[in-house]
Each structure stands twice: as structure tokens, then as C-alpha cells.
């Protein structure tokens, strides 16, 4: 059996919940928002599961994610329709598309998996095809996390179109097959993604972490929002399998993510800041050490480092990560909106914990 579809009956055996039933509801609905990590995720130990290498930690992004809508098709319906942002997805090479069906094929009955005869709208059929409408308002696939969010929105939608009631850490284990990143999503506030110790997955999922900064505001600096020229899904496994470095950035990851626990803890912006700036470079200084080397930055990207670097260097406390994309995200307090947006005019400032 798919070793997806088997860990899926897993979450539902463990939870008393029935795989078979069908939907009880005509649509679910779910929001999800985006999540950036400040210590990442890069390397699967398992990649049917997406079980991690190393633990991460998030920051989730407020308001700004998916929000997804699905309802099942009646009969003749031989295939689903996906929407993104009110258009239908018809390209059959789309990728944001055939992630999404691969994704509810662990969920629609199939004979091959002996689930059979699930009833929809008084139509029995043995395979369900669903519509999936979902609207982001952040850019796709620009290293902005629109996966982990819509991927944590769409097992809520289902969620509520099954009235299945699992609880989040459930859809947290079952939205990491969909995207790693995310089973971040499904809180918002600091999310550690406890990377579990067993092979079987059951023990890898978000934690939702319990500090409260209000005062933190996340900017989002667009260079490109075009698709990105390589998924992180083969980026992280070309690192793994061909980086010398690979070790050195899981031991530096995982001291990374207690720091920066530390610096939660002790409500210490700056090192917070270094924490999460030294390991995005750390792992963009991987990449670029796999073979052939991966680099997502571009020049208008390394041009807005050093600009934040100089900024700092004028006594202004600011940091930066970066995800599989050239797009930079700061890191900064309320008290010096003004000074980044006389810096940085295009930045669009979040405040993660509302205003
Ligand atoms: O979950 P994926 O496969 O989209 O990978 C996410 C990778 C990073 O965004 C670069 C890091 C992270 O932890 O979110």
C-alpha cells in the first residue's frame, strides 16, 4: 500500500474515526495562515512522509495565508476542479494543481485501497472528485509558505466537509503530507515542528509554543513573485544527498532552535534576530554547496542584504530570513515601523499577533 495512504488510516484508526464514511457536510470550509520559519526545515529522513531531519520553528503570519473551499462533485464528474483566487486551474503540468489532487487522493475512496461504494448527493461511486477553491493572498510559490498554508487550509476544509473532528495535531500530522512546512499552520503565533523520533510519523508534528510578543512585525520585501525555478521539495533533496555540509547544518539547526527557544524565553529581540538570520544564510550557504550548487537569491536579493546590513550597522535592530525564493522577510519591532519603511518603502509590514 502507498505508504501515504497507509500512515493516513493510521491517524484515523488512532483517533476512532472512520476512514470509509462520507462526507456529512455539501462543503468545508478552512483558513490557514502562512508560516515563515526562523529556524527551517531542509532535508527529509523519509520523504513519502515528509519526516524532517531536523525540528523548526515558525512564526505564522496572522491574516495573510488560504483560505480554501471544498465540496464533493455529483456524478458524471471523472476528475476534480481546483480554483486559485477565483480562476480554474486547467493545465494538466500545473504543479500547484496535481500536488492538491495527489494530496486528496489519499482521502477520495478507491477500490485499489478496498475502500468502496462512499455515498455523495445519494450517488454511490467508487471514487469521489471534489472541487477545491482556494484564495491566497500572499504570492504562490515565491518562498512565501502559500504552500504550508494552503495545504493546513485544504485538511481543514476536508475536515469540516467529512465531519471528521480530528484535533489540530492530528490535521497538523495529516497537512505534512501534503507540504512539511505545513503542519506549522495550524496555529497561529510560534510553532515549533517537533521533528518525533519514529519511523512510523505519528510523533512529528507542530507544537504551538506559548510566548506572546505582540510588538514583532514581519516585513515582506518582493523581489520576484514569479514561480520559483526549482521546488524546495527537490531542492532539499539535492542538498541532502549531495552536500559535505549536510551534517554540520543539522547539528547547527538543532542548536539554532534552542537558542532561539532561549531568546523567546528571555524576550531577547537581538538574539532572536542573529538566530534567525545566521540560520537562513547557514542555509543558503548549503545550497550553494550542493552539487549542482542551488542558489535562490538573486542580485536584487544581495543588494537588500548588505542595505540591511548597513541600516543595522546605523544602530537599527533589523534581520532578515529567506526561504526557497529571493524574497526577503525582516524581522523588527513596532517602535521602528517608520525607520524600515524609510528604508524599505515597499515592505509590507505584518504584525503576526494582530495590532
Ligand atoms: O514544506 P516545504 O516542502 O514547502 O519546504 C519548506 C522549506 C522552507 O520554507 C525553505 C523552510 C521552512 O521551514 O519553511
Not at 481546483?82 to 494543481?97: P, Y
Not at 540591511?308 to 529571493?326: C, I, Q
Amino acid at each position: 500500500m502507498n505508504p501515504k495512504i497507509e500512515f493516513v488510516k493510521k491517524i484515523f484508526s488512532r483517533a476512532k474515526i472512520s476512514y470509509s464514511n462520507p462526507p456529512k457536510h455539501l462543503e468545508g470550509n478552512g483558513f490557514a495562515p502562512a508560516n515563515i520559519a526562523l529556524c527551517k526545515y531542509w532535508g527529509k529522513r523519509n520523504s513519502h512522509l515528509n519526516l524532517p531531519e531536523a525540528s523548526s520553528l515558525s512564526i505564522s503570519l496572522g491574516n495573510l495565508g488560504a483560505k480554501t473551499r471544498i465540496r464533493c462533485l455529483s456524478a458524471p464528474a471523472s476528475e476534480d476542479k481546483v480554483f486559485l483566487n477565483g480562476t480554474e486551474i486547467t493545465s494538466a503540468h500545473s504543479e500547484f494543481k496535481n500536488r492538491i489532487i495527489e494530496f486528496l487522493d489519499l482521502f477520495r475512496g478507491r477500490v485499489s485501497d478496498g475502500v468502496t461504494d462512499r455515498v455523495t448527493d445519494g450517488v454511490s461511486d467508487k471514487t469521489i472528485y471534489y472541487q477545491v477553491e482556494t484564495e491566497v493572498n500572499i504570492p504562490v510559490a515565491a518562498g512565501l509558505a502559500s504552500s504550508a498554508a494552503g495545504f493546513a487550509a485544504l485538511v481543514k476544509a476536508l475536515d469540516a466537509l467529512y465531519g471528521w473532528e480530528f484535533n489540530l495535531r492530528e490535521l497538523s500530522m495529516l497537512a505534512r503530507l501534503g507540504s512539511g512546512s505545513a503542519c506549522r499552520s495550524l496555529w497561529h503565533g510560534f510553532v515549533e515542528w517537533s521533528k518525533g523520533l519514529g519511523s512510523d510519523g505519528i510523533d512529528s508534528h507542530g507544537i504551538p509554543l506559548e510566548f506572546n510578543w505582540p510588538e514583532i512585525r514581519i516585513g515582506i520585501l518582493i523581489v520576484d513573485s514569479t514561480q520559483k525555478a526549482i521546488s524546495s521539495r527537490v531542492a532539499m533533496e539535492k542538498t541532502r544527498t549531495t552536500s559535505a555540509f549536510f551534517e554540520s547544518w543539522k547539528k547547527k539547526s538543532e542548536e539554532d532552535l534552542l537558542s532561539l527557544k532561549g531568546a523567546l524565553r528571555d524576550r531577547d529581540f537581538v538574539r532572536l534576530g542573529e538566530i534567525t538570520e545566521s540560520n537562513a544564510l547557514s542555509l543558503h550557504a548549503l545550497m550553494l554547496t550542493a552539487s549542482p550548487a542551488i542558489m535562490y537569491a538573486n542580485e536584487a536579493t544581495v543588494s537588500l542584504w548588505h542595505k540591511l546590513w548597513e541600516a543595522r550597522k546605523s544602530g537599527l535592530n533589523v534581520y532578515f530570513t529567506e526561504d526557497a525564493g529571493p524574497n526577503l522577510k525582516l524581522l523588527f519591532l513596532k517602535q521602528d515601523i517608520e525607520r524600515i519603511l524609510s528604508i524599505f518603502p515597499n515592505c509590507q509590514i505584518i504584525a503576526p499577533f494582530g495590532d
